[in-house]
């Protein structure tokens, strides 16, 4: 069975550092999003993607965070500057089409920012 | 906007008893409803799914029902196994827009002991 994946699966950055998380959706999928959960919070919603463009972003995804499909398979996250407050679980996610469609959640990447 | 309550954890049973994890909801269109499933150390899992009111979704022993009267989408199982030890997430998505992004709940963590 087809299914997302995430690398690197653990990140350990420096404060004000820049990380790139990555992401491969399941080949034939059209929406995609990041997804965030604090230690022992909920899941959080960061943005979606659709189309090649951002479709709706939450109020934690500022200008310090940015969204790319470079090459049709790859979906990453950059985080320009990290802080401490970003130190969490980020989950990718994909569906294949629109409304009632399951998505599928990608195994996460712990960043540790120290 | 969007919201969704579910019942606080910890909850701790034993091996064979009944478990129900109260879910209710708030939105603006007419949501789908999921339970995602988060064993240790691991992403999400999607559970079960309901799409329409009065839907039943069921997986792995587990049941529950979209009731659009109630706002409710309550996970029971009637004989839980230690491997049901989780952390459960009820979500719902509302396709309105362009944009079906997941909104969670706080999550419920369940024990189950032999």
């Known amino acids: 069975e087809p299914e997302v994946t995430q690398t690197p699966s653990h990140q350990v950055t420096q404060m004000g550092q820049e990380v790139i998380l990555r992401c491969v959706p399941i080949s034939n999928h059209l929406y995609f999003y990041w997804y965030r959960q604090i230690l022992g919070q909920k899941v959080e919603f960061l943005v979606s993607f659709y189309n090649n463009e951002i479709s709706e972003k939450s109020e934690i995804f500022d200008d310090q965070f940015s969204v790319e499909r470079p090459d049709g398979s790859n979906f990453t996250l950059k985080i320009r500057s990290t802080k401490l407050e970003d130190s969490a679980m980020y989950f990718c996610?994909?569906?294949?089409?629109?409304?009632?469609?399951?998505?599928?959640f990608g195994p996460g990447t712990r960043l540790t920012v120290l | 906007g969007d919201s969704v309550t579910q019942m606080e954890g910890p909850v701790t049973l034993s091996e064979e008893a009944f478990l129900t994890i109260n879910c209710t909801y708030t939105?603006?269109?007419?949501?789908?409803l999921f339970w995602y499933v988060q064993y240790p150390g691991e992403g999400l899992q999607l559970l079960l799914k309901a799409t329409k009111a009065d839907d039943k979704g069921s997986n792995k022993g587990f049941e529950a029902t979209y009731r659009k009267e109630t706002t409710s989408f309550h996970l029971e199982k009637g004989s839980v196994q230690v491997s049901d030890s989780a952390v459960y997430f009820c979500?719902?998505?509302?396709?309105?827009?362009?944009?079906?992004?997941?909104?969670f709940g706080k999550g419920t963590l369940l024990t189950v002991n032999p």
């Open positions: 979500a719902l998505s509302d396709p309105g827009g362009s944009n079906y992004k997941l909104t």
């Open positions: 996610a994909s569906h294949r089409l629109a409304s009632r469609d399951t998505q599928y």
């Open positions: 939105a603006t269109g007419y949501p789908s």
